[in-house]
């Protein structure tokens, strides 16, 4: 029943951090081909593990395949949006245009446009190319959805300087966003620790395979 359902979740969630946990082994041994197949495996198991997918989407990049690269990081993102990966699909074109940026970016988030993680992106992609309105638009339905984080605040901040060269208004969304909810963060789900990055093993509480991202 349920129980037998939630156990074999369970078990694919841990089998991808122990790919993982290998992937990074090889992968600081040079070990490359290896490190690729063991994040390939993680990624079977758990498709919304994203340290998997960063390692792969890494791996594909520094040998110049950006079409798998590309690929990796659409699939993560219809599963589980993170800053990183968005970090790492601008990475993958260097030399574009602004305008060209923007709609790359759009098409982006489009694969899972209503989660907080494809706003945010979109709306610092539309600070640095100038879409004013796709900014605020894409922040009000952060804010409409209750999801609003202090990220969210400072991007408003930085619209209204940006924008409108307004001082006073941007030092109300820098105050609003000293009281907002902190941004999400890598979690130990056993003793609440929070990380800067992810980790297979607790490092405050040893255990393994119970660091999750709390922005899904």
């Not at 340290?51 to 110049?64: D, I, M, W």
């Not at 004013?132 to 922040?139: E, I, N, R, T, V």
């Not at 209750?146 to 901040?157: C, D, I, M, V």
Request: aromatic content about 8%; some cysteine; charged content about 30%.
């Amino acid at each position: 029943g349920k129980g037998k359902a939630v156990d074999a979740a369970e078990n694919k969630s841990l089998t991808a951090v122990l790919f993982y946990a290998q992937a990074v082994e090889a992968d600081l041994a040079g070990q490359k081909t290896t490190a690729r197949d063991f994040a390939q495996n993680a990624l079977k198991n758990d498709p919304a593990f994203i340290p998997a997918a960063l390692l792969l989407g890494r791996h594909y990049l520094a040998h110049n395949d950006k079409a798998k690269a590309r690929k990796t990081l659409e699939a993560i993102w219809k599963n589980a949006p993170h800053p990183d990966v968005a970090d790492l699909f601008l990475d993958l074109e260097p030399m574009e245009t602004a305008s060209e940026k923007f709609r790359r970016v759009e098409k982006f988030c489009d694969l899972n446009k209503d989660h907080r993680h494809s706003l945010h992106f979109l709306a610092k992609i539309s600070l640095m190319t100038e879409h004013w309105a796709d900014c605020k638009k894409a922040l009000t339905k952060v804010q409409a959805k209750g999801e609003a984080s202090q990220e969210t605040f400072h991007l408003l901040a930085r619209l209204e300087i940006l924008q409108k060269q307004d001082d006073h208004a941007a030092e109300l969304q820098i105050e609003r966003a000293e009281q907002a909810p902190a941004d999400p963060t890598w979690k130990c789900l056993k003793c609440e620790t929070t990380l800067a990055k992810f980790a297979a093993r607790c490092p405050h509480c040893q255990e393994f395979g119970k660091v999750i991202w709390q922005g899904s």
